[in-house]
């Protein structure tokens, strides 16, 4: 144990080392850079128009994102770990593409996609109202994508865990698919689906490359906070440049803070509490009387 102490030490001054210059210091950095010429310049900055246009539409973008990306993280993850089916691996597979291609390259499959004239499904749907590329949908489609695994890869090891007992005894006292997702299966995968979440959030809210593909950029109109962070820096706006870019790293570190804070050590607690709970309700269910 004597001879182990020491190495633990530099293992860990090591780490924290490297953290701090690959992380912390940049960080930190913006912050300093955001404030440099005082409150009222990163004030004035951020409550642009333009700017403040920028950050509702990446709000609403990344919204949309999360929602879509947790209701369909969770019937995924369900399906990969409850069900054995002809493909399964290969759906597994598909669903880290976006963790492993290029998030332009992204942006450019969806612009040949759902593009203009160009695209497949482009004329089909202009003819019919809908816009997809240059418009919001199309923002919300890339940002989607590129953030799509990370709920998936925070649920799946938890239902794998879990294991089926307690949904079987649900089924045996006489809950429905419903009930037993609603009272068993979610409160056991419940810190996992919200880790997963803030994971997507902030994903969506630093989402670029796609986004800058599939936008076109328009000012006032398709433009998200890192292009205003991107056309801020290249037209020499520092001071806003950084606010933008501060309060984009803020929030998601904020986030990620306050679920690590508050999510419990022991996550066994609420499946066991659920599934104690689910013979009364289901009782008086059968029996209004």
Request: charged share 10%; proline share 5%.
């Amino acid at each position: 144990m004597n001879e182990r102490g020491p190495v633990r030490y530099v293992l860990r001054a090591i780490v924290l080392v490297y953290l701090t210059l690959l992380i912390v210091w940049p960080v930190f950095l913006v912050g300093k850079n955001a404030f440099a010429e005082g409150t009222g310049a990163f004030v004035d900055a951020l409550t642009e128009p333009t700017t403040v246009d920028a950050f509702e539409l990446t709000l609403v973008v990344a919204a949309w994102a999360v929602v879509i990306n947790t209701v369909f993280g969770v019937l995924i993850s369900v399906l990969l770990v409850r069900y054995t089916f002809p493909g399964r691996r290969i759906l597994s597979a598909l669903i880290d593409l976006p963790l492993s291609v290029s998030p332009v390259v992204v942006g450019l499959a969806l612009l040949l996609a759902y593009g203009g004239t160009n695209g497949w499904f482009g004329p089909t749907l202009e003819s019919s109202g809908l816009q997809v590329i240059y418009a919001t949908p199309g923002i919300i489609m890339a940002t989607a994508f590129v953030s799509l695994p990370l709920v998936i890869r925070e649920v799946v090891p938890v239902l794998t865990e879990i294991g089926t007992e307690q949904e079987q005894a649900a089924v045996s006292l006489g809950a429905n698919a419903w009930q037993t997702f609603r009272r068993i299966t979610l409160p056991a995968i419940r810190w996992a689906l919200v880790y997963g979440v803030v994971l997507s959030l902030a994903r969506s809210l630093g989402e670029f490359g796609a986004v800058k593909i599939v936008s076109g950029n328009i000012v006032g109109q398709t433009q998200t906070a890192t292009l205003v962070v991107e056309e801020r820096y290249q037209n020499f706006e520092q001071t806003a440049a950084y606010a933008a870019s501060f309060v984009l790293a803020a929030a998601a570190v904020l986030a990620l803070i306050v679920v690590t804070l508050l999510r419990p050590g022991h996550a066994a607690a609420p499946t066991i509490r659920a599934s104690a709970e689910v013979a009364t309700p289901l009782t008086t269910e059968k029996d209004p009387a």
